[in-house]
């Protein structure tokens, strides 16, 4: 039997991420939105593009929870995207309403499926999805590690003038003005950056990192970032549908670790067919772990604006 994915929200993220996935031909996908027949219109397109490209995934665009049943994996993306001037905090009354009914039926027709995270604020949206669904917290996982660091990653590429997978590094944190960028371990071919540029100027690539998403809602003028967004999703469940248990940063529920808790925020986790199989906790210094109990802070901040 093949594995069932299913995408709730088929916007810009949802619908690049379902022709990402088509692409890997190891899934049958659903696509569901709330807007009539634009979710079937977009999924017969993908379909069409099936001979072209040689894959088989079936792809069914649909406005009935009903098809998504038995999913092995959803990935959340319905929502609100920012408008310029918006930060990813503003939208959090907006999506709440959307990401609690969503996940309600999510879990109702998939009551074993492990479910990503997409929709900002992202922290916060994961966390309603735990208090909603009542999975353990092995099941929920976030999306914004993969992208942040991606774009960190991007920007030292480009200030050394080296290839993209040379470059190593970890973003942590929560997705928002708080991330924390840990230039102290991104290395370049096994050197650290610290030796190869200097200091002042990683301070602006990290910087730079924390803006990414603004940057690109600023010169789009209207929707958010979705490239690099679905990419990042993909590579989540790579990892979890073919067990390949990689590293990446993810936003799970931390229960301790970091000396965080009961609290989603980005750290490296381990991703296999389980979901979250392992949190690694990596020694940070004093400063490090300021900075991150800090976006601690501000995640709380938000999950309390939520009052769940
Ligand atoms: O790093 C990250 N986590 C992110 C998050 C990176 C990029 C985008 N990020 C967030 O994902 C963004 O801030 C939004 O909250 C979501 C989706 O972004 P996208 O760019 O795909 O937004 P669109 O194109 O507006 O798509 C949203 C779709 C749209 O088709 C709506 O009709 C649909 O969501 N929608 C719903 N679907 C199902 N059910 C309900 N209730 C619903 N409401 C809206």
Redesign the pocket.
């Known amino acids: 039997m093949r594995s069932k994915i299913t995408v709730?929200?088929?916007?810009?993220?949802?619908?690049?991420l379902v022709q990402r996935l088509a692409e890997r031909d190891y899934a049958d996908i659903v696509m569901?939105?709330?807007?009539p027949n634009?979710?079937q219109g977009k999924a017969l397109d993908m379909l069409q593009a099936g001979p072209v490209l040689g894959y088989d995934s079936l792809i069914t665009g649909t406005n009935e929870y009903a098809d998504t049943v038995n999913s092995d994996i959803v990935v959340i993306?319905?929502?609100?995207?920012?408008k310029p001037g918006m930060s990813?905090d503003d939208?959090v009354k907006k999506?709440q309403e959307?990401i609690a009914?969503?996940t309600e039926q999510v879990v109702k027709y998939s009551p074993n499926c492990i479910i990503i995270?997409?929709?900002?604020?992202?922290d916060a949206?994961a966390q309603l999805a735990l208090s909603v669904s009542g999975f353990p917290r092995d099941r929920i996982i976030?999306?914004?590690g993969v992208?942040?660091t991606a774009r960190f990653r991007t920007f030292i590429a480009q200030e050394l003038n080296v290839s993209v997978r040379d470059v190593q590094a970890y973003v942590l944190g929560g997705?928002g003005d708080t991330m924390l960028p840990l230039s102290r371990m991104c290395t370049v071919a096994g050197v650290p950056i610290v030796q190869l540029i200097p200091a002042e100027r990683i301070e602006q690539i990290v910087q730079r990192t924390r803006d990414g998403?603004a940057e690109i809602v600023k010169l789009l003028g209207t929707?958010?970032?979705?490239f690099?967004?679905s990419v990042?999703v993909l590579q989540m469940v790579d990892s979890i549908l073919l067990d390949k248990k990689m590293i990446m940063p993810c936003?799970v529920y931390l229960q301790g670790e970091y000396g965080i808790n009961n609290l989603f925020i980005g750290v490296p986790a381990k991703l296999g067919a389980k979901g979250l199989e392992q949190i690694i906790e990596i020694e940070l210094s004093e400063h490090e772990r300021t900075l991150l109990q800090k976006s601690a802070d501000a995640v709380r901040e938000l999950v309390k604006v939520m009052g769940i």
Not at 77 to 82: A, V
């Open positions: 709730i929200g088929a916007g810009f993220v949802g619908s690049t569901f939105d709330i807007v634009m979710p993306t319905s929502g609100l995207p920012r990813r939208l999506n959307i009914q969503v995270m997409v929709t900002n604020p992202l949206m976030g999306m914004a992208l942040d997705h998403g929707g958010s970032a979705y690099a967004p990042s936003t």
